[in-house]
């Protein structure tokens, strides 16, 4: 019964999380690995359809619809969520382990959600499961950056839900399925995916919360949230022309903000707006080839931008620093993590035989054949660039450049085991695309590796570390300096503020004493559950033998209920 | 006490200059040759800009350049302290 494909790819996920809440030591790391792989092994038997409607109030809801679409998604989340869970084994914080398999699981419910209701619920899901990723943090930017994250993806949230409730009322039905951009439904549905996939000054909660979160938990966050906002967009609004602009104003305008952040993890994250820039163009070229290109890049994206999340957390891990001004100089003592992370940054800049090359290549094809040019131009543009800032300045500046003096060891086995697995797969495709190709939505006649284009790709990528190497060599790099850069999120974090304290010192004093409670509250439940869960909590302490055997005949019981019913 | 002078004293790939000019003089010699097999290879293009000799090695090059010398003047406007928003909340 376990194994019926009626059950929903989500449930293994909360119920895993439910064991490893109650677990520890080796039983709930045994967990943790088993609830990926029992899961990704169970959907692999599942076919595309519908599994089970029901009525809730006047609704015919779909929580369970499986296509080629989500299946593709669904499998890159178990494996994603595999890869985090054995970079993050070592961790002892219950909450992170707990919050990062909801999280997984809530990213499964949303991409097999049939309807605009269940899409809601996990989408909802998906902020609150993944804020406690950032908290776990347990610093005081952290917190509050986590509060500001809290705010914009729950507003998503509503505006998805006002969104289904005016379709609800001018169709009839909840049913997610192609929208285009027409009416006031979808035009709100389509700003609550916008939020979620960064688009231009909605971007910030991502370049702000990423960054705070513990070196694991950025891997997750990485990984989920906005590549569900990906699969949302290519089944509602594939071919909306206005996404072909959007997408290429988000593969340009984030690479300047690379170049000159400081915080290694920052510029990762807006390297990740250019790469989702990409996706959302393909989206919006709406071409077989197109959407092929943004959905494969959508899967490639979560291994590479995994390993090199992976890596820069794996530094943090064992130097406690992140900022480039800080770092530098670290493949003398830790070379296995160095090599790995330029793997990862091979793949993101799309060089031939690695990930990125078989699926950015398709986009920039797509937008030539139908003919727009300038666009092709912008996308090449950023192509240059995310080899700049991602494939060049993320493993020069923390492991090459000036000489930190900082001599880490080399993480732990598992942190460097998942950073081989994602670099193995991220060469894998790269080099062996057609398994990919094969799950697409469309049939790919697309060829990868012809003359022309991997020729035009090694040009643009050489000369581009040309130009590196001579801006570094003349000295006209502008150097790694320890600062914040303006950007869209100053609107809220400073101006709106100032303009409410100066209009009234009163509402300045409220705004500021309800801010600082809900810290408080949160701080007071984060020690709380520290102080028993954590490595030296009172549930963590010992393990004597009756206990386990107690968990074991509770795990056991379980299974036979859940085999039965 | 003696092993920990050996680790100090240890030279590493990139301590010596000869080879840091070594892993440049290979870069050079790569992006030589890309140079010229525009002169020899024929590319198969959708777009005539594509076909244009040297494109992507001077698009790629000058548009690098401009990203890095436009993002440094971004700076002045941009660039704060780094606690600009650690303000009372």
């Known amino acids: 019964m376990i194994w019926t494909t009626e059950l929903p790819p989500f449930v293994p996920f909360f119920i895993g999380a439910f064991l490893v809440a109650i677990t520890r030591g080796y039983l709930r790391q045994a967990l943790l690995l088993l609830v990926p792989i029992l899961g990704g092994v169970h959907l692999l038997g599942v076919e595309p359809g519908i599994y089970g409607q029901l009525t809730f109030l006047d609704y015919t809801l779909i929580p369970y619809r499986v296509d080629r679409l989500s299946l593709l998604f669904g499998y890159l989340f178990h494996i994603g969520a595999f890869l985090g869970v054995v970079f993050a084994l070592q961790v002892r914080d219950t909450l992170q382990h707990v ?12 991409v097999f959600a049939g309807d605009l209701v269940t899409l809601f619920i996990f989408w909802e899901l998906l902020a609150i499961t993944s804020v406690f990723l950032i908290w776990a943090r347990r610093t005081p930017e952290a917190l509050r950056a986590g509060f500001r994250y809290l705010i914009i993806l729950v507003l998503s949230g509503a505006l998805l839900l006002s969104g289904a409730l005016v379709y609800y009322h001018d169709t009839g039905s909840v049913t997610f399925e192609y929208l285009g951009l027409e009416g006031l439904a979808a035009w709100l549905i389509f700003l609550a995916f916008g939020i979620k996939c960064a688009f231009p000054l909605m971007h910030n909660w ?40 959007i997408g290429t104003l988000m593969t340009c305008f984030p690479i300047f903000y690379a170049v000159i952040e400081n915080d290694l993890r920052r510029v990762l994250t807006y390297s990740m707006i250019n790469q989702l820039g990409f996706m959302v163009c393909g989206i919006g070229l709406g071409t077989a080839l197109a959407i092929n290109g943004a959905i494969a890049h959508a899967f490639n994206e979560v291994l590479f931008k995994g390993l090199l999340f992976m890596s820069m957390g794996a530094v943090l891990h064992m130097t406690g620093r992140i900022k480039g001004s800080d770092l530098g100089g670290l493949y003398k003592t830790m070379p296995i993590t160095t090599v790995l992370c330029i793997v990862g940054a091979a793949s993101i800049s799309a060089v031939p035989l690695f990930s990125g090359f078989v699926s950015k290549t398709m986009i920039m094809v797509a937008a030539l054949e139908q003919g727009y040019d300038w666009i092709w131009l912008a996308l090449l543009f950023a192509s240059a660039g995310v080899f700049h800032h991602a494939g060049i300045k993320i493993p020069f500046f923390a492991f090459f450049a000036h000489d930190s003096g900082l001599r880490p060891k080399e993480p732990p086995l598992n942190m460097l085991l998942a950073m081989g697995m994602a670099a193995v797969l991220c060469v894998f495709i790269g080099s062996y695309p057609w398994l990919l190709y094969d799950l697409l939505p469309f049939p790919v006649d697309y060829v990868a590796f012809n003359g022309t284009h991997v020729i035009a790709q090694l040009q643009l990528l050489f000369f581009s570390a040309l130009a590196f190497t001579w801006l570094k060599l003349s000295g006209l790099y502008p150097p790694e300096l320890r600062s914040v850069n303006l950007d869209a999120d100053w609107a809220y974090r400073r101006f709106a503020p100032g303009v409410l304290s100066a209009l009234s010192p009163v509402g300045h004093l409220i705004n500021s004493s309800m801010r600082r409670a809900a810290i408080r509250q949160v701080q007071s ?14 549930l963590a302490r010992g393990w004597p033998t009756g206990s386990m055997v107690l968990w074991v005949a509770i795990l056991l019981a379980m299974y036979l209920i859940i085999y039965y019913v | 006490m003696k092993r920990k002078r050996k680790t100090r004293q240890r030279q590493y790939f990139f301590d010596k200059p000869q080879n840091v000019k070594r892993v440049l003089r290979v870069l050079y010699a790569i992006c030589g040759v890309l140079f010229l097999i525009d002169f020899v290879y024929h590319r198969h293009v959708v777009h005539p800009w594509e076909g244009l000799w040297g494109f992507h090695v001077i698009y790629g090059f000058v548009a690098c350049v401009i990203l890095v010398l436009a993002a440094k003047e971004m700076r002045k406007l941009l660039m704060r302290k780094e606690d600009y928003y650690d303000m009372d909340d």
Do not use: C, N, Q
Not at chain 1, 228 to 241: D, K, M, N, S, W
């Open chain 1, 99 to 110: 919050a990062a398999l909801l999280y997984a699981g809530s990213a499964l419910g949303a």
């Open chain 1, 525 to 538: 439940l984060l020690t709380f559950l520290w102080r028993h869960h954590g490595p030296h909590g009172v």
């Open chain 1, 206 to 245: 991502l370049t702000d919360t990423y960054p705070e979160s513990t070196p694991t938990g950025t891997v997750f966050l990485s990984m989920f949230t906005t590549k569900v906002a990906i699969y949302a967009l290519a089944r509602a609004f594939p071919g909306t022309e206005l996404l072909i602009y």
